[in-house]
């Protein structure tokens, strides 16, 4: 079982920046892939980014491409995601999950979340 709490939330403006954290507990967490999602009112839960627990590759949706980094700190059980330039679009709630880079990426079924963040960017 893995334990996800996200954190960095928050009002931003466009144009803005915020990095998100997801501290994890529970089995180890070096033995896990890391994603996040997000999901808009009214729209589904979308793919936003990924890491590979075993050489650290990145993964991101085109919409963010450029914009967004991903990263992970096994030795603290924390994976952030960096984001710059934002802007109204990526206003939504940002959800931590984790489990293989397949489910994460191509299934987006992974079978453990966090109970996300909010972010909103103001135009």
């Known amino acids: 079982q893995v334990q996800l709490v996200e954190s960095g939330g928050g009002l931003v403006q466009d144009g803005g920046s915020l990095r998100l954290s997801c501290d994890s507990s529970g089995r180890a967490f070096i033995s896990y892939a890391m994603g996040w999602f997000r999901q808009a009112p009214g729209k589904e839960r979308e793919f936003v980014a990924a890491i590979s627990w075993s050489d650290g590759s990145a993964y991101y949706a085109d919409s963010v491409k450029g914009r967004f980094t991903i990263s992970r700190d096994n030795a603290r059980s924390t994976v952030y995601l960096q984001m710059n330039s934002l802007k109204p679009e990526d206003t939504a709630v940002y959800y931590c999950?984790?489990?293989?880079?397949?489910?994460?990426?191509?299934?987006?079924?992974?079978?453990?979340w966090g109970q996300g963040t909010q972010v909103t960017v103001s135009s």
């Open positions: 999950a984790a489990d293989t880079l397949h489910r994460i990426m191509v299934l987006t079924t992974p079978r453990y």
